[in-house]
């Protein structure tokens, strides 16, 4: 049996809208297995149990990639990664799927191929990068349309609390109500913004975490969509922290740079709106594993 392990990852952090995002430490977990019938899935809701099932789906793709034939197949997943909430349920899937199918033919597809897969088949690199190499990455699609990405450290300080309310909103939804320009002033805003403030993640220095992650291209339309992100903000900005839309949202995420603030965040998040999920994360360095674990449950293989 194969097991994948994909981290949530949080795209666009603020000013990097399509091009940043970083993987934080929760977790989703699919199992593949050799099955009687076509296919059997379960962990998930009943309208994805089927072959519209994007991790099928990414499978399927992989094994066309490989130019194998698609094996019979049992999918179990343990889901952690709350979905279309902007900590990118869909980059996990398709990670999960492709990944499942080199590990299934024992291919080792690259990280550079998953990439440009998993880039084709979501639209953008911003949540696939960090799902498959950990950290945070800026990536983007050349002329030749091949996947430029880079990785940078982020400060051990830091630390992510991920407010998750308690309604969706569809990336879909999210990216049709944006605007089709952008004025050549707030277009060097923006790039100024986003180097300045993969440096600041890197020193950990909050401040200027602040100053630079306040964004002009998605945030200020996206923001309606989001009936309490002004009160979850000031909230965040109130512990000393800083925040912006993880993804296309619903979920916030607030940084701080130690646990006393970050315990102040959960605790009056929790008291303000106790039906929604909170986490306190980390930043994740790995991406994606891949292990084979026998019938017993022990693991005799690690990737
Ligand atoms: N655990 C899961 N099982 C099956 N499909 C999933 C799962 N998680 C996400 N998906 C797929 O991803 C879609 C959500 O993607 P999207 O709207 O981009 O949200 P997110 O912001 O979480 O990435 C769902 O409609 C579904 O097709
Ligand atoms: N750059 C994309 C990122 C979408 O992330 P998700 O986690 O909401 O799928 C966008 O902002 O539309």
Redesign the pocket.
């Known amino acids: 049996m194969i097991k994948i392990q994909v981290p949530a ?1 949080s ?2 952090i603020g000013v990097g ?2 091009c940043l995002g970083l993987a934080v430490s929760l977790y989703s977990t699919v199992y593949f297995e050799r099955n009687h019938q076509k296919l059997e899935i379960s962990g998930c809701p009943l309208e994805y149990q089927n072959e519209s099932n994007l991790i099928f789906q990414a499978f399927v793709k992989g094994c066309t990639y490989l130019n194998r034939p698609v094996p019979n197949l049992k999918i179990t997943i343990e889901n952690n990664i709350p979905i279309a909430r ?6 996990f899937c398709i990670v999960a799927g492709l990944k499942g199918a080199s590990a299934w033919f024992n291919a080792k597809l690259s990280k550079e191929e998953l990439l440009a897969l998993a880039t084709e088949m979501e639209g ?1 690199p ?2 696939v990068a960090p799902a498959i190499y950990g950290k945070m990455v800026a990536s983007f699609i050349d002329q030749n349309n091949e996947i430029q990405s880079v990785s940078f450290n982020v400060n051990d300080k830091l630390q992510f609390i991920t407010i998750i309310p308690d309604y969706q909103v569809s ?1 879909q939804k ?2 049709a109500i944006l605007p089709s320009k952008m004025f050549y002033q707030d277009t060097t805003y923006q790039i100024g913004h986003a180097l300045i403030l993969t440096k600041a993640m890197e020193q950990g220095d909050l401040d200027l975490i602040h100053k630079s992650i306040v964004d002009k291209m ?1 945030e200020p339309y996206r923001s309606k969509l989001i009936p309490d992100y002004q009160n979850t903000k000031r909230i965040c900005e109130s512990e000393n922290g800083t925040m912006y839309i ?4 619903s979920t916030m995420m607030g940084i701080v740079d130690n646990k006393e603030n970050a315990i102040h965040i959960i605790n009056k998040i929790k008291k303000a709106h106790p039906n929604w999920r909170v986490h306190h994360l980390k930043l994740d360095t790995k991406g994606a594993t891949n292990e084979l674990v026998n019938i017993d449950n022990l693991t005799v293989n690690i990737n």
Request: hydrophobic content about 25%.
């Open positions: 990852t795209a666009n809208f399509d902007g900590l990118g349920s869909s980059a953008h911003d949540n990336t999210a990216r998605h993880s993804g296309s949202g």
